[in-house]
């Protein structure tokens, strides 16, 4: 589950309560910034990377 819904979603909400620092990948850029937005509003620093991580192309660009 990506962190622009579901699971995803709820998972980054909570740990963004923690005040943390957050990497969320997902697929849909809108309600991506729109997750990102509440979760830096709650405290925690955020990073996105839209990319569809099925894809072996996204998943080799992915170094952290």
């Known amino acids: 589950s990506g962190a622009s819904k579901g699971l ?15 990497i969320l990948i997902g697929r849909n850029s809108s309600e991506m ?3 990102a937005r509440i979760c830096e509003n709650n405290g925690a620093v955020v990073e996105l990377i839209i990319c569809d991580i099925s894809s072996d192309l996204f998943v080799g660009l992915l170094q952290f």
Do not use: H, M, N, R
């Open 33 to 35: 910034s729109d997750v």
């Open 8 to 22: 995803g979603k709820q998972l980054a909400l909570i740990l963004a309560e923690s005040k943390t620092s957050l």
